[in-house]
């Protein structure tokens, strides 16, 4: 009996995860991801584990908070932009910029991130922006799938670079 | 007079005009997003006034599109930015803010921050 004498593991990109760990599969439409402790890691590969157990997973699409579905709504209406909609010469938006950022928006709603507002650039760029008492971010989403990340205490910008989705997800949960 | 070239001082404000329209740059707290200040691919600056020389009247153009941001010449040039007074036939006080790092969204970003709003028209 292998599979019982054997202690199962979970493997990720990342390494090994004992299955006696408290975790969480997530398996959307964008990906896969592991919540260890309800903290992400991100995975984003299939799962397998050793030996014979075998794990179910199903398509889990999570109820939108209002807020989110009201920016979702207002992320769609952006494919109804003709060019030159701000009467300087602005782009329209990609299909699939709109796309990645929705599908972004569904993600990490599942945390509550306080999402705040949303525009379309001058470029024909999307950002989404969260924001609490304190603190703020702005996820930038672009042609060929180039997307930033902007955190801020305050007024102070504390990181700009590539989205890390937990990092994002820390910064509107520390105390 | 009004065709020479002044220097603009640290201690003048800028102002830049927001798209208030559907969809707009405008949130509902009346704060400004980064996009305001984003250069547009074939842009080498970004346009504004010198509120000295100028009046929100003017500026503004159109109460119906538009709303008014103000920047200080001092926060921009924190950012390594730098603004120019580039008068036009119909607008002596236009100026232009110009920089290499006025293309990254961590700059504009930070200078949306900067921006306060002009209460106007009240």
């Given at each position: ?9 979970i493997?990720t ?19 896969a ?43 769609y ?37 306080p ?6 650039g ?15 971010a ?16 305050g007024?102070?910008?504390i ?10 997800i ?6 | ?57 003017k ?26 007074h580039?008068p036009l036939?119909?607008?002596?006080a ?29």
């Amino acid at each position: 009996m292998p599979a019982l004498a054997e202690r199962t593991k979970i493997k990720t990109e990342t390494g090994n995860i004992s299955s006696t760990t408290g975790l969480n599969f997530y398996s959307g439409c964008t990906g896969a991801y592991i919540f260890l402790w309800n903290s992400p890691i991100d995975v984003n590969t299939s799962m397998f584990a050793s030996g014979s157990i075998q794990i179910q997973t199903q398509c889990y699409i999570p109820e939108l908070s209002s807020k989110a579905k009201a920016t979702l709504h207002r992320l769609y209406s952006f494919k109804q932009l003709k060019l030159n909609w701000d009467g300087n010469g602005a782009l329209v938006p990609e299909e699939e910029v709109i796309q990645t950022a929705a599908n972004f928006l569904f993600l990490l709603d599942e945390y509550d991130l306080p999402i705040y507002f949303t525009a379309p650039g001058p470029n024909g760029e999307i950002v989404l922006e969260y924001k609490n008492d304190q603190n703020s971010a702005e996820v930038f989403f672009e042609r060929d799938n180039f997307s930033e990340m902007l955190l801020y205490n305050g007024d102070v910008q504390i990181y700009a670079g590539k989205v890390e989705k937990k990092m994002l997800i820390d910064h509107f949960n520390q105390h | 007079m009004e065709n020479d070239i002044i220097e603009v001082k640290d201690e003048d404000r800028l102002l830049r005009r927001v798209l208030f329209t559907d969809p707009n740059y405008v949130r509902e707290d009346m704060t400004v997003t980064s996009f305001a200040f984003k250069l547009r691919k074939e842009e080498e600056g970004l346009s504004v006034d010198i509120e000295r020389l100028t009046t929100y009247e003017k500026s503004i153009v159109s109460v119906e599109k538009y709303r008014l941001f103000a920047v200080s010449c001092k926060d921009l040039r924190n950012l390594d930015l730098d603004c120019i007074h580039k008068p036009l036939p119909d607008n002596y006080a236009h100026a232009e803010i110009s920089g290499s790092a006025l293309n990254k969204n961590k700059v504009s970003s930070q200078l949306s921050k900067f921006a306060v709003y002009i209460n106007y028209p009240k």
